[in-house]
């Protein structure tokens, strides 16, 4: 049995309860949405498509009231920017008054306007801003001044609970402590660690990369809670599994910004999601 609160972000997990199988949750634990592709800013290694999509707000707001019902706990939107979807704001308020989901948000913060954190306080229980890089790594990666990022950082803050993502790479291995450190000193509570994965533009991570983090994980001593992607790097690290025996699909699938739902982000094959999105998640499991 699992309890959780989206407040707090309080997991209490209970093993010695047995749940009957028609009661176990149909649904993934955590649903990424990519809201739109839409992104201002050009990183060499993103994965996001390039084509313009963005989705319908009552598609999304239908689907997390039937995610919500099905056992889901979280829903978190991406992109693309989401902070970019025309309706962005009033998508996280409808749900988070919906339902008991979780909402949450990845962002590259250069959207952001204590307007709108005024209108997501409350509607959002916690963000994440993505920061690749320090100075002026950051600069030449984003193209935008990194006291920006220092900014966005306070507003978030100010709304909800907040973590700060790495893209991890040859650009940003060597600044692990001073990520690390920008974490602490802005009040995140989590630097999540994402090595990088291959697209059609990068190799993704090095193998020589890939050990550095790894060693660096091993001996680093961060004030903030570091949390890394599944990305196959994880078995490397000592990292706490979230649920013992939790099987992939059962823990997150992701919506892509044409209403494709996938087994994760980076995957190339989906399903279309019709009239209901729990008929896409059993057609994914099916096919699994
Ligand atoms: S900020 Fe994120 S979505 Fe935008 S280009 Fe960079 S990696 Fe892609």
Known sequence: ???????????????????????????????????????????????APKHAAVLDTGRVVAWAAELDGAGCLGIGFGGGEPTAHPRFAQLCAQIA??????????????????????????AVHFSRLSVDGVGATYERLRRRPFAA??????????????GVNVVVNADTIGELD?????????????????????????????????????RWVQTARPQVRLAISRSGLEGSVPAVETIPGEQPL???????????????AYASVGTPIEDFIMDAVQALREAA
């Open 1 to 47: 049995m699992h309890l959780f609160d989206r407040v707090s972000g309080l997991n209490i997990l209970l093993d010695e309860v047995k749940v009957p199988a028609e009661q176990v949750s149909r649904a993934p634990r955590y649903l990424s949405v990519a809201l739109t592709n839409t992104c201002e800013l050009r990183c060499a290694y993103c994965y």
């Open 97 to 122: 008054a919906a339902t008991s989901m979780a909402v949450t948000f990845t962002t590259h913060g250069h959207r952001l306007t204590p307007q709108l954190a005024d209108i997501l306080r409350g």
């Open 149 to 162: 990022v220092l900014a966005a950082a306070a507003l978030l803050r100010s709304v909800a609970p907040f």
């Open 178 to 214: 001073q990520l690390a450190e920008f974490a602490a000193d802005a009040g995140a509570s989590e630097l999540l660690l994402l090595p990088e994965q291959p697209t059609a533009a990068t190799s993704g991570i090095s193998d020589r990369d890939a050990e550095r983090l790894v």
């Open 250 to 264: 059962d823990a997150h699938m992701h919506v892509d910004a044409t209403g494709v739902l996938r087994p994760h």
